[in-house]
């Protein structure tokens, strides 16, 4: 699809506050669920056909790309800023969702109901909340003229869900050319406020900006041994030797790691809250959990995981099968890669094999520079009781693709929550929701990073 598939209209007076929580619902209904298979992922491009309807409106010209496969659809439309000898900032986000269960949610998962102050709805934080932020402010400065410092490459993307594999792995592979000019990316997972308390009583909101990311791998172990009647003594047993093997790996706790990110997140929070992050403690995780909600993801961080995720072996319970298989995920701290898959090796011995089946980098920036300072800038023009702190995420996102260009990658959708919010919770969790305040909230500073970009 191109910018000709649209008649051209002339462009809509919008104010991306007014309108951004209509947008965020908007696009949760549309069920873009990811089940990282071909045949079954659904919806992105008749999403990402929506978005550029919204961008044609106001007078964008775009272009649509399927990545790969068949409605894997990804949109992309250029704002010109004033400086053209700068780089070009990439603002990006990804139209999929997980899948959701409706039996299971107290709204259904794709009404992108407005309820009770919250958006609702798959997606409402993961991450069509950033999406229609993103959307939101895009349609503004083009009906309005608005002119940023910069270029800015507003992306819309599929397959974020499945590691990009049909994304934004496959746009940076084949499409590079989408990107060019592009020197900093801001997109998901942070700028969300985790609120700390003091030693004098006062609360301070911290807004994390993800400035690393650990390694993604999904890893296939396979067991093989002879096959036989189930009423034997079989010495080898493939269902055994897997078992074993994955016992191992699911008890097994890494070695404590601390990367930059890590360290100066805690050193952050230890200057608010008086807290004492010695990585030297015994109860380091212990004093985690007095964070609350958001130490699950902090504490993920501080070393690898190997969890595994699924079992497959028989096909007859008087059988002794031949092949047993497991998949692992497993999330790595950068610099570990390496040292992580030796360690590996030993725990599962020599009777099981592995394989990656998906294997992404982990990723580290530094907390400087220009656009950090204007995001700190931006938060406190609109929170002067905020403060933004670098932190790493536990999972991955399609700055992972992005890094391979050579692009300096963000994390940064900005949320004010309220304290009482399991935030890391709504993540691929049941009744994901967004509160329509922090919608408001974000569009403004986004509003005014982007000004100041």
């Not at 536990?394 to 949320?415: E, M, N, Q, V, W």
Request: aromatic share 8%; glycine share 10%.
């Amino acid at each position: 699809m191109s910018s000709a598939d649209h008649p051209h209209t002339d462009p809509v007076p919008t104010t991306a506050l007014d309108e951004v929580v209509d947008l965020v619902s908007a696009l949760i209904r549309f069920d873009t669920s990811n089940t990282g298979e071909l045949e079954t992922t659904k919806g992105e491009k008749e999403c990402a056909e929506w978005v550029a309807h919204k961008l044609h409106e106001v007078g964008y010209e775009t272009e649509y790309v399927e990545s790969g496969a068949p409605g894997r659809g990804n949109v992309f439309a250029m704002l010109p800023g004033a400086d053209q000898s700068r780089g070009t900032l990439l603002i990006h986000g990804h139209l999929d969702v997980v899948p959701a269960e409706p039996a299971d949610w107290s709204v259904h998962p794709f009404s992108g109901a407005v309820e009770d102050g919250y958006v609702w709805g798959r997606g409402a934080i993961d991450m069509k909340d950033m999406v229609g932020m993103a959307l939101a402010l895009a349609r503004q400065f083009k009906s309005n003229g608005t002119v940023l410092p910069r270029n800015v490459l507003f992306a819309f993307l599929a397959d974020e869900e499945n590691g990009g594999k049909y994304g934004s792995q496959w746009l940076v592979e084949h499409r590079p050319d989408l990107f060019e000019g592009v020197t900093e990316a801001v997109g998901e997972v942070g700028g969300f406020s985790l609120t700390v308390a003091r030693p004098d009583g006062t609360e301070k909101r911290l807004y994390m900006v993800e400035t690393a990311e650990k390694g993604l791998g999904w890893m296939k172990l396979t067991a093989k041994a002879r096959a036989g009647h189930g009423s034997f003594l079989h010495e080898e047993n493939a269902v055994t030797y897997l078992a074993e093997a994955v016992a191992k790996l699911g008890n097994h706790t890494f070695p404590l790691v601390i990367s930059d990110s890590v360290a100066e997140f805690l050193a952050a929070v230890a200057e608010e809250t008086g807290l004492d992050f010695d990585p030297a403690s015994p109860d380091l995780d212990g004093t985690l959990l007095k964070l609350g909600s958001i130490a699950r993801i902090v504490g993920a961080t501080l070393r690898d995981t190997a969890n595994p995720t699924m079992l497959k072996a028989g096909y007859k319970a008087n059988v002794i099968p031949q092949t047993a298989e497991a998949m692992i995920d497993c999330r790595v701290v950068p610099g570990r890669q390496a040292a992580f898959e030796r360690e590996v090796d030993e725990l599962i011995g020599p009777n099981v094999e592995r394989e990656w089946v998906t294997k992404l980098d982990s990723y580290e920036t530094t907390f400087d520079g220009h656009l950090v300072d204007a995001m700190n800038d931006a938060i406190l023009a609109h929170d002067e009781n905020g403060r933004t702190v670098p932190y790493m995420l536990s999972g991955g996102t399609d700055a992972k693709a992005f890094a391979r260009l050579g692009i300096r990658c963000f994390g940064f959708a900005p949320l004010k929550l309220p304290p009482e919010l399991d935030f890391a919770a709504l993540f691929h969790g049941v009744d994901e929701r967004v509160p329509v305040s922090s919608l408001e909230f974000g569009t403004q500073v986004l509003e005014h990073f982007l000004l100041h970009s």
